[in-house]
């Protein structure tokens, strides 16, 4: 096993991607989604952590959070995330469920990759950078032809703050040249 090193800053703003197993395509499923958000809703009452950014794709999870000044602890957030959806994605369908290897021989199910990918965000330019990425993926992976008509993105919520235009990031505009954010 491998000692991976995650990067801990105590009220750090990180960026983040989680994939579901094999980029099965979960969340294009409503109640998926509805597990979703209610499991982040769960563990953001004991890890209050603001959720900056937020993109929802069919087989993976783009998001930026800022954690409280007395927070690192990610890893455990994202740990009971995924265990809350699991536990009732699991009751509510059979659906990407059944364990596989050594996913059997320790008891878990086929619904997430393992790990996630994180990244420490240095300041506003990695933090803008890093959310035009979020928000251009729908793009990038063809679900839309511009950011605006992707429903699952904190995109409308920053166009009603006046950060992007409501025409940003047609499919004539290049974004997301970040390399290696774990796509």
């Not at 499991?39 to 959070?65: K, M, N």
Request: one cysteine or more.
């Amino acid at each position: 096993m491998s000692n991976y090193r995650r990067v801990r800053s105590s009220g750090g703003t990180y960026f983040f991607t989680v994939v579901t197993f094999l980029r099965r395509p979960l969340f294009a499923d409503e109640f998926a989604r509805l597990c979703l958000r209610e499991a982040i809703s769960e563990v953001r009452i004991g890890s209050p952590f603001t959720i900056d950014g937020f993109c929802l794709l069919p087989d993976h999870i783009h998001t930026i959070w800022t954690l409280p000044e007395s927070d690192t602890n990610y890893s455990q957030c994202w740990a009971a995330i995924k265990g809350h959806f699991s536990r009732k994605y699991r009751r509510s369908t059979e659906k990407y469920t059944r364990a596989v290897g050594s996913r059997s021989e320790r008891g878990e199910v086929t619904i997430w990759q393992r790990r996630f990918w994180e990244h420490l965000i240095r300041d506003e330019d990695d933090f803008k950078q890093h959310l035009d990425y979020i928000h251009y993926n729908p793009v990038k992976h063809g679900h839309v032809k511009s950011v605006m008509g992707w429903p699952w993105s904190s995109f409308h919520r920053y166009v009603r703050h006046g950060v992007y235009a409501l025409d940003w990031g047609g499919s004539n505009q290049a974004k997301g040249g970040l390399g290696a954010t774990g796509e």
